[in-house]
Structures are given as structure tokens and as C-alpha cells.
């Protein structure tokens, strides 16, 4: 009998999530499970990643239990995850030495800055990784794990340590101990890989101070990487799919060619356009990476990165008690025909692209006597879209001076996209349609399209891209000009921000 059925890991920042797909893409059984965030000091996040492993676990044998599957039923597992956020582990013990340094984390802001300093070393990152140095990426806080845990520069020395981004930890874990390794998207965000021949970089390993012997093997994101420990599921299932989220929701929005880019509403914001067999280097603020790749062809993607979206809705919730529950912050905003003048910024943790600005901090701007927080809770939504139409502005300067075609509409994903105020408030800023597919849980789509691939369930690209199926279109209907003042406003309320 076929197995037609996939399991998508989906581990995230906030939670850990697993899907049982059927081969057409529908969604059989899901679980998920929040896990702690930890704030040591102002500016710093951290995970447990032994909390990651068992509430992913957790999941993972909830969801084949809804589905009324057994594992000899599941063709592959696909993972997927936050990407660059950074943990070293015993190689023995198999135990981490320290909580895992979260992505939004800004600790090592100034050995970043000592690097920027260094012409060559900046240039080098550039060619190399399509990166710019800043905290988001994993390289520095390799460095940092280093230099701060006792013994961790002698035990790396020794060969005693691993470094993985959360996709090499749930594959260690899942296969009892037996596999270190990743695929070419997580290790193009550490800093340390050169995407233009997906190796390690010997000389940005140097410049870092990061031994060799830590690294795990680099595969394509459609790959036999091993199988789970019997003991797990009851039976092996091949792990054949790994991709970080961001590059796997590109790949579940079925965007295989250039040209074609996707937006993702989660605890950040998202924006990767592809960009073919081309490494295209952006001069607005936005970054080069890896994109999903199923063979040892070489794909590629513009990516601009929001360090706070649908966090800042969280942040309503439970840090200003303006609502109760995510869900009731399009009734409050709609509540208001408009933000009232408000203008909300949300650098908790600094800006990401296209500013760059990792000690900028959050502001409210723009409140008089007549606002509420109905007009602050519709610019918290406001300032989800108004960041990502500045990296889509990025990304349409760098095409434009590339000579390439422009985006033409913008498909979206992630937990925000449902709310239908933001998207089309979205589509008002940008001036082309956004698009929201029948299936809105792209990021795990995305590891099981990979997974599929490389176990046979499906044939080729596309086959796959044969299954998307939009949802609803959100078409613009406000007039440019005064699109074009609510982004000079905002930009205003940036440079605001910026200079306190």
C-alpha cells in the first residue's frame, strides 16, 4: 500500500507545532505546544532546548496519534524551523552547555560592531553569504557560547562540542545521537557559509574564531538524512526534509522560479523573493541567501527580515493588557476608522532590513488626547504592513536596478495573514495584490514538499506547484498618493525612533 502521508516538524519561536499532511496537501492532524521564552537581561533571548526537543516530540506523537496513523504509514518527516538561533551541545552527553541564543537575541551587538569595523572582513561576508554583520545571524553567538561558558574553548578544541541551528538539534535527537548535520538554508544564516560554492568558509571561520570540528555536515534541503530512532513512533520514519521556515514557506508557496516571492506574518516578518541560479546583491538593506535547494543546483533569494511582526500584537496582550486574546485585535482596531495620526514602531529588539538599527528601540508617536488604544492597537496591525512594505520597496529598488521584472503580487502566509484588516491594509501600501492560499500553513507545507520529494511521494516542482490554490485576493483600492504619505509618515516615525 502507497504511504501517502507526510509529518512536518514545525518548530518555532514561540511554539513547537507538527502536521500530518496528506500527499494533495491537505492538513489530516495537527498538535502544538508553547514553550517558555527567557529574558536574562534587557535585549537577550534564550530557549531551553530541552524543553524544543520534548514539546516537539510531544507534538510529533500527538498529531500521528489524531491522524489515526501508524508510523509505517508516513512516507518521511520534514523539519523545519526558527532559523539562527544557536546551540552547542556535548557531543558524549548529547546536553547543551547553555540555553540556545534566540535569533532576536542582541547580546553580541558588540563583537559585531568590532567586526564591522574590519573593511575586509565586512567585504568578505558580503561576497560570501549575501549577509551583513549583525546579532540576528549565528556566527557571533557561536563566539559568544565560547567565550562565556567555562571550558566550552578547550572542550571545542578537543572535538567534544556540536554547533546546530534547532533543525541539527531535532535531528540529533530524533535519530538517538546518530546524525549531525543541516541543510544549505540554516547554514547560510550563521555567517560562516559561503553560499556561492555551499562550503564552509575558512576564512570567515578565522575571522570568528570558530573551530571547524563544531560544524555539521551541509545536504541539500531534500535529502535522505537518516531515520528516527524505532523507539520514538514505534518504527523508523525516514527524515528527508530540512529547511529553515523562512525557506520552506518560500518552497510551500510553490515560488520555484524567479521573480515569484512570499511574505510570512509570524513572530517576525518575512519577505523572500527568488531569484533563480542568480546570487543577486542588494544595495537597500536587504540580504542574499539560500534559498531551498533539492539537488546540488544552487537556488537563491532576496530576503528582508522584520525582527518584530505578529510580536507586537503579543505584545498588546501581555504587555500592555489592551486585549485578551491575539484574536480580538482586528475587532479593537476596526473599532477606528483609522490609527488617528499613531504611529507605532516596534523595535523591541532592535530594526532589522532594511534599517539595520540593532539599538533602536520601540516608540509610539504621533498621540494627542484623542487617542485610544483602539487607535493604538490599529497601529500596532499598521506597522506589521508598513514594515513589510519597506522591504518590498527594497526589494523592488534592487530588481529595478538589476534590470529584473518587478513583484507582481505577493503571496502570504503565517498566523497574521488571516487577519483580513492587515492583509488588506497591505495590499493598500504596496499597490499590487496580496494573495492568501487555501492552505495557510505553508512553513510546514514547505518541509513536507521537501521530504515528499526525496522519498518519492512526489515527482517533480511541478506536480507540487500544480496543488497551490489561492484562498482570497486582497486587490489595493487605496490611491497612491496617499499610500505614498502614510509610507513618508511612517519612515518619519522611523527616524524618530532612531534618533532617541
Known amino acids: 500500500m502507497p504511504r501517502d502521508h507526510l509529518l512536518a516538524l514545525d518548530q518555532g519561536t514561540s511554539s513547537s507545532r507538527a502536521i500530518v499532511f496528506h500527499r494533495d496537501g491537505r492538513i489530516v492532524a495537527l498538535a502544538q505546544r508553547e514553550f517558555r521564552q527567557h529574558y536574562p537581561q534587557p535585549g537577550w533571548v534564550e530557549h531551553d532546548a530541552e524543553e524544543i526537543w520534548t514539546t516537539q516530540l510531544a507534538v510529533a506523537q500527538e498529531a500521528l496519534a489524531a491522524s489515526g496513523l501508524q508510523a509505517r504509514d508516513i512516507a518521511a518527516i520534514g523539519i523545519t524551523n526558527q532559523r539562527e538561533t544557536t546551540l552547542l551541545w556535548n557531543r558524549r552527553s548529547g546536553r547543551p552547555i547553555h540555553h540556545a541564543i534566540v535569533w532576536q537575541d542582541r547580546r553580541t551587538e558588540p563583537l559585531c560592531a568590532q567586526l564591522r569595523a574590519q573593511p575586509e572582513v565586512v567585504d568578505q561576508v558580503r561576497r560570501a553569504t549575501g549577509l551583513v554583520i549583525d546579532p540576528y545571524f549565528s556566527g557571533s553567538k557561536i563566539r559568544w557560547l565560547l567565550d562565556h561558558v567555562d571550558g566550552a574553548h578547550l572542550a571545542a578544541a578537543r572535538g567534544e562540542l556540536a554547533f546546530g541551528t534547532i533543525d541539527s538539534w531535532l535531528l540529533h535527537k530524533l535519530t538517538g545521537g546518530g546524525v549531525h548535520a543541516t541543510d544549505v538554508s540554516n547554514a547560510a544564516r550563521t555567517l560562516l557559509f559561503d553560499i556561492r560554492h555551499n562550503r564552509w568558509s575558512q576564512s570567515l571561520l578565522a575571522a570568528l574564531h570558530v573551530p571547524e570540528s563544531l560544524l555539521p555536515t551541509v545536504h541539500p534541503s531534500s535529502h535522505l538524512y537518516g531515520e528516527t530512532d524505532a523507539a520514538l513512533f514505534g518504527a523508523p520514519i525516514p527524515i528527508a526534509g530540512i529547511a529553515g521556515d523562512q525557506q520552506s514557506a518560500l518552497f510551500g508557496q510553490a515560488c520555484f522560479r524567479a521573480g515569484l516571492a512570499k511574505n510570512t506574518y509570524g513572530t517576525g516578518c518575512f519577505l523572500l523573493m527568488h531569484t533563480g541560479a542568480q546570487l543577486q546583491h542588494s544595495t537597500h538593506g536587504l540580504v542574499s541567501t539560500a534559498a531551498a535547494q533539492t539537488s546540488a543546483a544552487r537556488e537563491y533569494a532576496l530576503e528582508g527580515s522584520v525582527f518584530i511582526g505578529g510580536a507586537a500584537v503579543q505584545w498588546l496582550r501581555d504587555g500592555l493588557g489592551a486585549i485578551t486574546r491575539s484574536g480580538d485585535v482586528q475587532r479593537l482596531a476596526e473599532s477606528v476608522p483609522d490609527a488617528g495620526g499613531v504611529m507605532f514602531v516596534p523595535?523591541?529588539?532592535?530594526?532589522?532590513?532594511?534599517?539595520?538599527?540593532?539599538?533602536?528601540?520601540?516608540?509610539i508617536v504621533g498621540l494627542t488626547r484623542g487617542s485610544t488604544v483602539a487607535h493604538i492597537a490599529r497601529a500596532t496591525l499598521e506597522s506589521i504592513a508598513f514594515q513589510s512594505a519597506a522591504l518590498l520597496q527594497a526589494m523592488a529598488s534592487d530588481v529595478a536596478a538589476d534590470g529584473a521584472s518587478a513583484v507582481t503580487e505577493l503571496r502570504v502566509d503565517g498566523g497574521a495573514s488571516v487577519n483580513d484588516l492587515l492583509m488588506q491594509f497591505q495590499a493598500d501600501l504596496l499597490g499590487i495584490p496580496v494573495v492568501r492560499p487555501q492552505i495557510t500553513e505553508t512553513t510546514a507545507l514547505g518541509a513536507a514538499y521537501l521530504a515528499?520529494?526525496?522519498?518519492?511521494?512526489?515527482?517533480?516542482?511541478?506536480?507540487?506547484?500544480?496543488?497551490?490554490?489561492?484562498?482570497?485576493?486582497?486587490?489595493?483600492?487605496?490611491?497612491?498618493?496617499?499610500?505614498?504619505?502614510?509610507?513618508?509618515?511612517?519612515?518619519?516615525?522611523?527616524?524618530?525612533?532612531?534618533?532617541?
Open 347 to 363: 523595535a523591541f529588539t532592535g530594526l532589522g532590513a532594511p534599517y539595520w538599527q540593532p539599538d533602536a528601540r520601540g516608540a
Open 452 to 500: 515528499g520529494l526525496a522519498t518519492g511521494v512526489y515527482a517533480s516542482r511541478e506536480e507540487l506547484a500544480a496543488q497551490w490554490r489561492a484562498e482570497r485576493r486582497f486587490h489595493p483600492t487605496m490611491p497612491r498618493a496617499r499610500a505614498a504619505e502614510l509610507m513618508a509618515r511612517w519612515e518619519h516615525a522611523v527616524r524618530q525612533t532612531v534618533a532617541a
